[in-house]
């Protein structure tokens, strides 16, 4: 029997969602809730808490979960994590500067679908600690100065606004200005919705600056992660001098449920994985999470010199 | 265009059937019976029908918007090519896996100027529909698209392209072949063409697959159009978790031309003939025709780096934020 698709649309609603991401909100604690440094938002890893394998249903304490760079020691199965992890794990020294924090969403439409935008908003950051979908910030990587833009899945499944495209079309002239390159790590369910017309021509928008960052000769190296659907796909996710995958990542333009519905077929085995995307010609390779701040450093040394 | 008797009337078209109804049976009555003169009732008809089609489109719903724009009898592309252009020669092909019939295109001249004009493709009968995949593109759509940018790019030739989609295709297939990776490329070159692009929304304009050609200096809808992220449609599924909510999703989406054109989003609002564009190809091509010709003569006069930083910039502008 095939797996039951996942519904990567529905993350885009702002509901709170009762799974994976709760599980791993749970590894945490929060110990600087509603303080915010320049460098990081420290949270501590939940010590001696269990944590089973989506997959293998290996378990195993957070701590060795964390230590292992949120991958499932047993089946390789690559956790869905955060901006925070992300920095983390890629800045030398987890010393890195956020940039452009205080740039908010906004409920410019007045939209309300089972909830006003606003409210929705207003509602997550309490609840959060993440302002927005994307964070953006600089540091180094073996050595190599570098901005990260970084999505987080959990606030409204990553979805691509205004404040997304601000921040990356900032993030671009920040590279340009200082001349180092871009990493932008996808994960992402589609459109903001509720800012309509205005989130879609955000792709418009990244494409323009991604074109003069090029023009700088500047690498911009897109990796996509699980999952990573609709406009970023569409757009920047796909645009990299490099486009990286994580092993086993659901990456795709349509999300697995709609096309099912569409083809009334159920989907072969791997279907949209990164494995399948590399046999397809649309990855460039596949690195694992564990070898990936090495390889980055790999690939920015060949670049320069 | 329909006669008269072959014209398919929508839901909120219903007035105006009643009138073409009793128009139809008059002009019977005046065959059978040629001693009675009807023709003073006929013309009185035929009048009340043209004030009916104005009345009925001067207010209407966002929803009753999409509605319109999905009208089987709207003139698609093609058309648009025929009644606008002389010299059309269509171009098949992405040069790599198949010519994708929901994406057509080629050289015309327009008031004798060359152009190339692209677009989305639906079918006009049922057979046409799905050999034109409802006006679907897959990849291969989208590279023949973009593979004739650059041809007139080369032969610095002005680009239109004309915007009917509800969204590019979600198959397997397409996704075998990289409709992400296809639109996102096109996206991003058509920043860079060195020609003037206009873009013109003639029907639906949904998503990516709208915006995998509608990227230019200047963004044009037609009157009954519609534009945004997501057909109403599923964004009710998504949103509101059920299918019946896509008059509430239409209103708040607010992708009207009107909406579009407040918000910066859109240049222009093209009109159409009275009641919609399926109620006269001639004048509807006529109309856009009038709004193109200015434009082109505009983009032309600047200088392509010029014309190519204003094209970025005026996407960089678009969203809202607070900034705390
Ligand atoms: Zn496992």
Known sequence: MAKKEEDIEKNLTGDDLPQADAIRSSWFKRVQKGILTSTSEKKEIQEGLWTKCPECKYTCTTTELSENKYVCPKCNYHHRIGSAEYFDILFDGDEYTELYANIRSKDYLGFTDLKPYDKRLEDIWKKSDLHDSIRVAVGKIEGHEVLICCMDFDFIGGSLGSVMGEKVARGADYCIANNIPMIMICKSGGARMMESAFSLMQLAKISGKLSQMSDAKLPYISLLTDPTFGGVTASFGMLGDLNIGEPGALIGFAGPRVIKETIKKDLPEGFQRSEFLLEHGFLDMIIDRKEMKQKFGVIFTLFKN | ?324
């Open chain 2, 1 to 324: 265009m329909p006669s008269l008797e072959n014209r398919q009337f929508i839901e909120l078209e219903k007035p105006i059937k009643e009138l073409v109804d009793e128009l139809k049976d008059f002009r019977q009555r005046a065959e059978k019976n040629a001693k009675v003169d009807y023709s003073g009732t006929i013309d009185q008809l035929e009048k009340s029908i043209i004030a009916k089609r104005e009345d009925i489109t001067k207010e209407l719903t966002s929803w009753q918007k999409v509605q319109l724009s999905r009208h089987p009898d709207r003139p698609y592309t093609l058309k648009y090519i025929d009644k606008m252009c002389t010299n059309f020669v269509e171009i098949f092909g992405d040069r790599g896996v198949k010519d994708d019939k929901a994406m057509v295109g080629g050289f015309a001249q327009l008031d004798g100027e060359t152009v190339m004009v692209i677009g989305q493709q639906k079918g006009i009968n049922t057979k046409m529909r799905q050999l034109r995949n409802f006006g679907m593109a897959n990849p291969e759509g989208y590279r023949k698209a973009l593979r004739l940018m650059k041809l007139a790019e080369k032969f610095n030739k002005p680009i239109i392209t004309l915007i009917d989609t509800p969204g590019a295709y979600p198959g397997l297939e397409a996704e075998e072949r990289g409709q992400g990776e296809a639109i996102a490329r096109n996206i991003y070159e058509m920043m860079r063409l060195k020609v003037p692009v206009i873009c013109v929304v003639i029907g639906e304009g949904a998503s990516g697959g709208a915006l995998g050609i509608g990227v230019g200096d200047k963004v044009l809808m037609l009157e009954n159009t519609w534009y945004t992220v997501i057909s109403p449609e599923s964004c009710s599924s998504i949103l509101w978790r059920s299918w019946e909510k896509k008059e509430i999703a239409a209103e708040q989406l607010k992708l009207t031309p009107e909406h579009m054109h407040k918000f910066g989003l859109v240049d222009g609002i093209v009109p159409e003939p009275a009641g919609g564009a399926h109620w006269d190809y001639d004048l509807a091509a006529q109309l856009l025709k009038k709004e193109l010709l200015p434009l082109l003569q505009e983009l032309k006069t600047i200088d392509p780096e010029v014309r190519i930083k204003n094209r970025i910039e005026r996407y960089s502008k678009m969203g809202f934020w607070d900034e705390i």
